[in-house]
């Protein structure tokens, strides 16, 4: 079975920094791209980030570019997302999400979500 | 980047009734689209990808169509189950992008 198991969430302080942890089994996560998406409370979805299998290809959003680093460590079957200068805005929910097989883009797996709350 | 704008923002609806979604993609997309459920307190639920393809584990009830900026979601026959937040997604380029949702509710 699939899981993906996010940690790392809490309260920080506006430009403060949070190392998120997505902990991946019942794949082979190294075959994979993974993504991160976060929602704000109450809003739609926004994707953050996306690496691919070899870490050779990594996206950012416009509005997180040059704060948060997205990497991964397949022999730890683990994905992650370093956040630094956090924001107000930043407050979300944030969700890992695998990549549909060989389908770039599509989130067939989701995990739980971890919360971020930026507040002073 | 690319917007997606879905209509309607919300939809009330009765068990078995057919209801449709749409979203439009502020330029072309060709069929880089995808359709998500979410319920509250819950991960999205991947239903279509590639604006017509059913997910795996997807009830039939669920269907998609489209391509270049325009595209539906569709439920047959309503199920108490369906009742959730619908959200589209462009996978044409970077940035992905969704669409604000739509919430459907019980009549």
């Known amino acids: 079975e699939v899981q993906l198991v996010e940690s790392g969430g809490g309260l920080v302080k506006p430009g403060g920094s949070l190392r998120l942890s997505c902990a991946a089994s019942g794949f082979t996560f190294s075959s994979y791209s993974m993504n991160w998406v976060r929602q704000a409370p109450g809003k739609g979805l926004e994707w953050v980030s996306s690496i691919s299998y070899s870490s050779t290809y990594i996206y950012y959003a416009d509005s997180v570019k040059g704060r948060f680093t997205i990497s991964r460590d397949s022999a730890k079957n683990s994905l992650y997302l370093q956040m630094n200068s956090l924001r107000a805005e930043d407050t979300a929910v944030y969700y890992c999400a695998r990549d549909l097989a060989s389908v770039a883009g599509y989130f067939d797996y989701w995990g739980q979500g971890t919360l971020v709350t930026v507040s002073s | 980047d690319i917007q997606m704008t879905q209509s309607p923002s919300s939809v009330s609806a009765s068990v078995g009734d057919r209801v449709t979604i749409t979203c439009r993609a502020s330029?072309?997309?060709?069929?880089?689209l995808a359709w998500y459920q979410q319920k509250p307190g819950k991960a999205p639920k991947l239903l279509i990808y590639a604006a017509s393809s059913l997910q795996s584990g997807v009830p039939s009830r669920f269907s998609g169509s489209g391509s270049g900026t325009d595209f539906t979601l569709t439920i047959s026959s309503l199920q108490p189950e369906d009742f959730a937040t619908y959200y589209c997604q462009q996978v044409n380029s970077f940035s992905y992008t969704f669409g604000q949702g739509t919430k459907l509710e019980i009549k």
């Open positions: 330029q072309g997309i060709s069929s880089w």
